[in-house]
């Protein structure tokens, strides 16, 4: 079940970013950091537990991020990240944003979503102003990718169609 992530999770999602940071496939998020995003934050909850999360971060009128997804490694290829982005990119276009950006180690999944890959440097400035507190600034090795959203993206992403139909 996906649901908004609560105070009471923060510490759950911490665990798993941090397990995932520490293998140096996601970047690490202090607690505090969770706190203050709480409401970004969206978890996959399997009985009981929080075994996955994803955050969406507005970052201006038309931009958001997706961040900070990690799934447990033994609930991995049972499609909780693809569900947990699907979330994220419903709640996008909710807000009436129309493009959503990752920085990822792992753009191949992302690709699959329908987002194509991008240079970094056509991201506004603003994106980079939180990468100044980075552990990797300046030396970044994430990749950019970017999907434009529409309602037939969307309405296409929820009844599960095959999102090679949806691109150009």
Known sequence: MIRRAKVGDA?????L?????????LLPRSLNSIYENIRDFWVYEKDGKVVGCVALHV??????EIRSLAVKE????????RELVIRA?????????KKVFSLTYVKEFFKKLGFKEIDKSVLPH????ECINCVKFP???EEA???ELSEEYIKKLKEGEKISSLLP
């Open 11 to 15: 510490k759950y999602i911490y665990e």
């Open 17 to 25: 970013l941090t397990e995932f940071a520490k293998r140096g496939i």
């Open 59 to 64: 970052m201006w009128e038309d931009l958001a």
């Open 74 to 81: 033994e609930y991995q290829k049972e499609g909780i990240g």
């Open 89 to 97: 990119l419903e709640d996008a276009w909710e807000l009436g944003i």
């Open 126 to 129: 603003k994106v980079w102003g």
């Open 139 to 141: 030396n970044c090795d």
């Open 145 to 147: 990718v970017l999907v």
